[in-house]
Structures are given as structure tokens and as C-alpha cells.
């Protein structure tokens, strides 16, 4: 049985691959989800938004707050539904149809480790430490797995 940290990349490079199947097989067009505000289009000088850039504007727009705020109330249930509210959050159902897998691996991987270290007041070693045990990733793991039962 492949470890939780590899069952959490396939799942999530799954999940990625049949979004992209069912917006191509529905003739949708993937759009930039934060074209409606151009000013606030957090893009490098390629006109890429990347996940850096993306968790700077979130948190200069106060989006990151709101998002940690949601994610504390539901990890007062438990680590897997503070996980549930942050993969079915409206950062991450747009940026799902918006970027690749090494893209998003690597905002979620920021915005986790920001939140732990907002709530807790961790340093990042210990946010880094958090997010990659086996516990949170075995939690991570049955969000995900719980969300797609669900749809």
C-alpha cells in the first residue's frame, strides 16, 4: 500500500485530470478566476499567476483571513473537517480549474502552512512538521476521499 503522501498526490493528480476531462468533454473553457478583477490579478511578468503571488493578494485582500477563519471553526469538529473546508473552499474550487498539479501542490501546501502557523502562532519548521505528518496527512487523505464520495 503506497504511503499517505503518495495516495495524497494521486488523488489529487485524479482529481485534477477528471476536472480537465469534464470541462474539456463539456466544451467549457478554463478562465482565469480572478480575470473579473483585473486590478487585483495577482500576475508575475509572464502574466502567470502563481501560487506566491496569489497567497500575497489573498492576504492583502483579507480572502486569506476569511479562508483561515473558515477553516478554524470547522477544525473546532476535527482535523478532517478543517481539511474538508479548505479543499471545498471558493479559493480552491477555482484554482483547481486553473492550474497544473505542481501549481496547486504548491498553494496548498503554502496556504496549510500558513494557517497553522496564524492559529497556532507556529513557527514555519513546526507548520512544515505539521503538515507533513502522518497523522494530518491520513486526515487530508480521507477529506479528500470523503468530498468525492459526496459528488
Known sequence: MPSPRKQLKQKRRATTKAKE????????????????????????????????????????????????????????NSQQAMCEAFL????????????????????IFGCLVGYKQWRDDADEDAAVAWVESETFLQDYVAASEAIAAGH
Not at 55 to 61: K, Q, Y
Not at 90 to 106: A, I, Y
Open 88 to 107: 471545498q473552499s471558493d479559493p480552491m474550487t477555482r484554482l483547481v480549474q486553473l492550474w497544473g498539479e505542481q501549481d496547486l501542490t504548491d498553494f
Open 21 to 76: 476531462k469534464r470541462i474539456a468533454r463539456n466544451g467549457g473553457e478554463r478562465q482565469d478566476p480572478f480575470a473579473s478583477v483585473p486590478s487585483d490579478n495577482p500576475m508575475n511578468e509572464a502574466g502567470q499567476v502563481t501560487p506566491d503571488l496569489l497567497l500575497a493578494a489573498m492576504e492583502d485582500s483579507g480572502e486569506l483571513l476569511e479562508l483561515f477563519g473558515a477553516m478554524a471553526e470547522a477544525h473546532k
